[in-house]
């Protein structure tokens, strides 16, 4: 059983950086694919980046490459998402997820597979 907390979202103004963070509960934090993803009002949760468990690879949904960046620290059983050059159509919850596997991650934990942190707001102004 893995537990997922998010923080660090909030109000900025467009041009401007958040730094998300989720911390995980669970010895095998470090076997987790990460990812993250967001919702928006009226819209599907949408797939924003992830991360395998050892780092070595990650991904990104186009509307963010060059402006975001996913990391982690399994020592701190902790993931981020780094979030620079901010606009106003990134405002959303944003979501933390887990699973053994990097593909179910990416497919946004389909059939119930993985676990869901509860969602962290981030409003961009104009």
């Known amino acids: 059983q893995v537990q997922l907390v998010e923080s660090g979202g909030g109000l900025v103004q467009a041009g401007g950086s958040l730094r998300l963070s989720c911390a995980a509960s669970?010895?095998?934090?470090?076997?987790?694919?990460l990812g993250w993803f967001r919702q928006a009002p009226g819209e599907e949760r949408a797939f924003v980046a992830a991360i395998h468990w050892n780092g070595g690879s990650t991904y990104y949904a186009d509307s963010v490459k060059g402006r975001f960046t996913i990391s982690r620290d399994n020592a701190r059983n902790t993931v981020y998402l780094q979030m620079n050059s901010l606009k106003p159509e990134d405002t959303a919850v944003y979501y933390c997820a887990a699973d053994y596997s990097a593909r179910t991650v990416l497919d946004g934990l389909p059939n119930d597979a993985g676990y869901w942190g509860q969602g962290t707001q981030v409003t961009v102004s104009s």
């Open positions: 669970g010895r095998t934090f470090s076997s987790y694919a």
